[in-house]
């Protein structure tokens, strides 16, 4: 028997509760009739053109995605809009559309920090910063890989397991710096730096990393930095939703994870490390 869309809102919000999120936030249905059926859903990072097309072109009754269309108060969503004509776009096709986002982030087991430390291997993992005192919801992750690296090591490991993306893996630090107890948090992290070092961790993976706050962490002797792309560090959960739509609801709907990039950066060039400032200087 196919669910309702209303029966897939449901699964969903049972494992993403929306108490979880932040006050500035916005989450849930943002379109689509509880009453519909879906038969299939598209899982994705953005609510951006191409997964539209990619929802449409496999005939979902309803798009999840972890970023939000509209996070700022909107008075209309007419067609000749770019965010309004994804609006029109899903309605006329009868495909719902849903957003988990911070819910999604604090989220214990399937969430986006639990898939992020999963891919990484990391195993013992707990929050870096837990809703409440021994609870497994929670900003970040810490725990420990199976074996000890280094932090060249480690950022080839995030480079191998993580979608490639035009701005690849940076890190900062001791490229032979050991590495066994790992932080991590999908999307940007770079704030709970303090909770990273305060649990031990050897190195904080994140993204939107800034240059003053690195640089600071160096000097200030912390956990080594390891930076990856916004769309990479969130992207391993695109899967884990789509598992468990299909685990939750006994295989009452098709779940398939988006395979578009949608990393806004496409292009990348670079001089190899270590060449004199000076020749590009002014």
């Not at 108490?19 to 879906?38: I, R, T």
């Not at 999604?104 to 929050?127: C, F, Q, S, W």
């Not at 930095?225 to 560090?233: E, M, N, P």
Request: net charge negative.
């Amino acid at each position: 028997m196919t669910a309702t869309l209303g029966e897939v809102v449901a699964t969903l919000e049972a494992r993403y509760d929306p108490a979880l999120a932040e006050g500035w936030d916005a989450v849930g249905l943002v379109c689509g009739d509880p009453a519909e059926p879906v038969e299939r859903v598209l899982v994705a990072v953005d609510p951006v053109a191409a997964v539209v097309d990619e929802a449409l072109e496999l005939g979902a009754g309803l798009l999840v995605t972890h970023h939000p269309l509209f996070l700022t108060p909107v008075h209309g969503v007419p067609a000749d809009d770019p965010k309004g004509r994804l609006v029109h776009r899903l309605v006329r096709a009868g495909c719902g559309l849903f957003v988990a986002h911070t819910n999604a982030d604090r989220a214990p087991d399937a969430g986006v920090n639990d898939a992020l430390a999963a891919v990484l291997g990391l195993t013992g993992t707990r929050p870096l910063q837990p809703v409440a005192p021994g609870s497994r919801a929670g900003l970040g992750r810490v725990g420990e890989l199976p074996r000890p690296t280094t932090l060249a090591g480690f950022a080839a490991l995030a480079a191998e397991v993580l979608p490639e993306t035009a701005g690849g893996v940076r890190a900062a630090g001791d490229p032979d710096r050991p590495v066994r107890t790992v932080a991590v948090c999908g999307g940007s992290g770079g704030s709970l730096l303090p909770e990273a070092t305060a649990a031990g961790a050897d190195v904080l993976l994140t993204s939107d990393l800034r240059h003053h706050p690195v640089s600071e962490a160096r000097e200030d002797g912390g956990p080594a930095l390891c930076d990856v792309a916004h769309f990479a560090s969130e992207w391993p959960w695109v899967p884990v939703v789509a598992d468990v739509l299909a685990t939750d609801l006994s295989g009452r709907v098709e779940a398939v994870a988006s395979r578009r990039r949608t990393d806004p950066w496409t292009v990348h060039r670079g001089r190899s490390a270590g060449g004199d400032p000076a020749r590009t200087a002014g």
